[in-house]
């Protein structure tokens, strides 16, 4: 079917400190695939995308890369700061235009 | 709208009785998609809408739950005869189409005591 899978949290980090939120997908068809953010209080918004295999998203210092040979979509970011505490959530889409989401992952971090 | 709007942000209701839940996409958007956050289970996919079709209601999970779209726009989502497992986060999404970038709104959390 269609699943994502991505660690449980809370991820618990201190400032600056390097970032890895783990994320991988089913292998049915050749999914774009998706990081959202839900910030305390506000909606979810997209993150970064990538749309086939090999791509990397980027942006606010975040990356993930499409990795088809190991099914994956991890989230990293170099150096996080307090304000990147935040709800995060991996999604791929379907043939059918919707997305399927992960569990979250809570992440905080402390000055 | 600059945003997705959702209403009302906050509802509680007693078991057994109907509640509707509105959500307003921005202007133009084309596909709304309605999901549910439950503690710990992520985001379940309810029913996306494509105009005022359904083309996908997959996720609804009784049928207790209905969802209609009216103009292209305004989306409710009703739930009849509310049990305690109804109680969640109700949001909404919209996009211009499909699923590359929904804008989400801030969501309706519905308790049912």
């Known amino acids: 079917g269609n699943s994502v899978t991505q660690m449980e949290g809370p991820v618990t980090l201190s400032e600056e400190a390097f970032l890895t939120i783990n994320c991988t997908y089913t292998?049915?068809?050749?999914?774009?695939l998706f990081w959202y953010v839900q910030y305390p209080g506000e909606g979810l918004q997209l993150l970064l995308k990538a749309t086939k295999a090999d791509d990397k998203g980027s942006n606010k210092g975040f990356e993930a890369t499409y990795r088809k040979e190991t099914t994956s979509f991890h989230l990293e970011k170099g150096s996080v700061q307090v304000s990147d505490s935040a709800v995060y959530f991996c999604?791929?889409?379907?043939?059918?235009?919707?997305?399927?989401f992960g569990t979250g992952t809570r992440l905080l971090v402390s000055p | 709208g600059a945003g997705v709007s959702q209403s009302p942000s906050n509802k509680v209701t007693e078991k057994g009785k109907d509640v509707e839940l509105r959500c307003d996409p921005i202007s133009g958007h084309t596909a709304l998609y309605w999901y549910r956050q439950s503690l710990g289970q992520g985001l379940e996919f309810l029913i996306y809408f494509q105009g005022n079709s359904a083309p996908d209601k997959s996720g609804l999970p009784s049928d207790r739950f209905s969802a209609e779209r009216t103009g292209g726009s305004v989306s409710t989502l009703t739930i009849q005869r509310t049990q305690q497992e109804d109680s969640a986060v109700y949001l909404c999404a919209s996009s211009l189409q499909g699923a590359e970038k929904l804008f989400f709104g801030s969501g309706t959390q519905l308790s049912v005591l």
């Open positions: 999604a791929r889409n379907t043939g059918f235009q919707k997305l399927v």
């Open positions: 292998a049915t068809g050749y999914p774009s």
